[in-house]
């Protein structure tokens, strides 16, 4: 009967695990060494409203409190991954991370929770958008902020990149006069949900530089233009080059012709970043190597299928790939298709 009782808060979320604890508890020292590595994923499981007053860097959410919680974690975070978990106090992770355990996921759990990590005089932040770090060859860091949709936000060595910044998306809206004036803006095509003139202006400054295709420059008014096969050295450190970006299905070439609009790929001190644009999975991606990470795209009839993303993906190869653009298509499955390629999908909120 006490078995019982104990799984059954368990399964409430009011304790920390039903049986034999399958996960490391580690203090904040520990825990803040581990997610030093780019690969632990850090997972906040947490309401969205607690998130929202404070949470670890780069943290994704997922409130252990839900009922989809263990699926929402199998559709987001492949099981090869280890995870960093943490709650309030502790408890609620603790619970979370021995469910996930049983899933054959790798857990750590921090004790004390967000109260011991502040307490601890560690940094928290209320920036809501995920956010996800690399590293570079030399050891300098790469933060991608999720923003929304096709908007990425990249930080690099105290320079600030925007990748088809929008102001607003649906019901969402982005205030860019939060953030720091952007050293440069890269735009891919024109479609509204790419090219926003209001969010261009706003983080625009002195020494911006705007990048983007021929009819961008042309109905902003400036710009450096950029067609398919250009490569331009920003910084000695930092090369953009334009890739072809474009729909082949019958019925679908309107959306993009062929030549018209620009992928991109950043080499930004040895990490090659592809940002695909609109795009299916066109032949040219043969020809596209060495990638670390790679945004793809995903909701047809504009951009890809699943399918189409899971071809692009193989035939690219990256390390570590972001679905992005894609609106209501689930992705949900993507990440196990690509897990035994040894291809990292990380779904974040690029609805």
């Not at 399958?22 to 499981?45: A, C, H, Q, T, W």
């Amino acid at each position: 009967m006490k078995k019982f009782l104990t799984c059954l808060l368990a399964t409430l979320g009011l304790t920390s695990a039903c049986g034999q604890q399958d996960f490391e508890n580690v203090d904040v020292k520990g825990f803040s060494g581990l997610i030093e590595d780019s690969d632990v994923v850090l997972l906040d499981v947490r309401t969205a409203a607690e998130y929202a007053e404070g949470h670890i860097e780069r943290a994704i959410l997922i409130d252990q409190k839900q009922s989809d919680f263990v699926e929402k974690v199998k559709a987001a975070i492949a099981t090869d991954r280890k995870i960093a978990v943490y709650c309030r106090s502790g408890r609620r992770s603790a619970n979370a991370a021995n469910r996930l355990a049983a899933e054959g996921y790798r857990c750590v759990n921090l004790q004390g929770g967000i109260l011991a990590w502040k307490e601890a005089g560690m940094p928290v932040t209320t920036d809501t958008y995920e956010v996800d770090v690399f590293k570079t060859k030399s050891g300098k860091t790469v933060k991608f902020h999720a923003l929304v949709h096709a908007s990425i936000r990249i930080q690099y060595d105290g320079k600030e990149i925007q990748i088809d910044p929008v102001t607003k998306l649906g019901e969402k809206n982005i205030d860019y006069a939060t953030m720091p004036k952007a050293d440069y803006i890269v735009v891919t095509h024109e479609h509204f949900d790419h090219f926003n003139q209001e969010a261009i202006k706003i983080l625009s400054g002195e020494k911006t530089r705007f990048i983007t295709n021929k009819n961008c420059a042309e109905m902003f008014g400036s710009g450096e233009v950029m067609a398919n096969g250009d490569k331009i050295q920003i910084a000695d450190d930092f090369t953009i080059e334009a890739v072809p970006a474009y729909n082949y299905t019958e019925g679908h070439t309107q959306f993009h012709p062929k030549g018209r609009d620009n992928g991109y790929i950043l080499t930004i001190d040895g990490l090659r970043i592809y940002i695909a644009g609109d795009t299916e999975d066109i032949p040219e991606m043969k020809s596209i190597k060495d990638i670390d990470i790679a945004f793809l795209p995903c909701n047809q009839p504009y951009t890809m299928t699943t399918e189409q993303l899971i071809r692009a993906a193989n035939i690219i190869k990256p390390k570590v790939m972001f679905p992005y653009h894609y609106g209501q298509t689930d992705v949900s499955g993507v990440p196990s298709q690509l897990q035994r390629e040894g291809i990292d999908v990380r779904i974040r909120h690029y609805e």
